[in-house]
């Protein structure tokens, strides 16, 4: 019963489990979470962001001794899309615009994986590399689309 709840959760309620494109998914889910905590305070939505980081590190290190997923970071585990998703749009006004582009460009950075995201996929294999990746090109998205939104 626990293993399938760490698994509901770590696969962001099922979402990475779909065949095709699960880290899309993923960030699809996370786009729902955004816009359901979108109207909380920044402080809270830090918070709160740190709860699920912490809680995912957890539930990633109990997925890992309990084998419930095929290899430490399997395709259906989508947490790592979601909290890098949430990591740069919670600093950011929730609008039709922003969260489209926002999407784009963390799948873009998510799948590309341009230095140091590569470096951290291929060399940090615990549950911390796993969500580190993702919280990289969640940084990187957030200056493209803050240069998007402020400078350009």
């Not at 709860?51 to 095929?70: E, P």
């Not at 489209?100 to 998510?110: A, N, Q, S, T, V």
């Amino acid at each position: 019963m626990i293993n399938k709840l760490v698994e509901f959760i770590l696969t962001g309620f099922y979402s990475g489990k779909l065949k095709y494109m699960p880290g899309t998914f993923g960030t699809v889910f996370g786009i729902i979470i955004y816009i359901g905590i979108a109207n909380n305070n920044l402080q809270d939505n830090i918070f709160l962001l740190l709860i699920l980081f912490f809680f995912s590190l957890i539930l990633l290190d109990y997925s890992y001794k309990k084998n419930i997923f095929k290899n430490k970071d399997d395709k259906s585990i989508v947490i790592d899309e979601i909290i890098g998703y949430l990591f740069f749009m919670i600093f950011f006004d929730i609008n039709v615009s922003n969260i489209i582009i926002g999407f784009i460009l963390f799948r873009f950075f998510d799948i590309l994986k341009p230095f140091p995201i590569s470096f951290v996929d291929k060399n940090i294999k615990n549950s911390f590399g796993v969500i580190l990746d993702d919280i990289i090109a969640g940084f990187f998205s957030g200056i493209v689309l803050f240069s998007i939104n402020y400078v350009v």
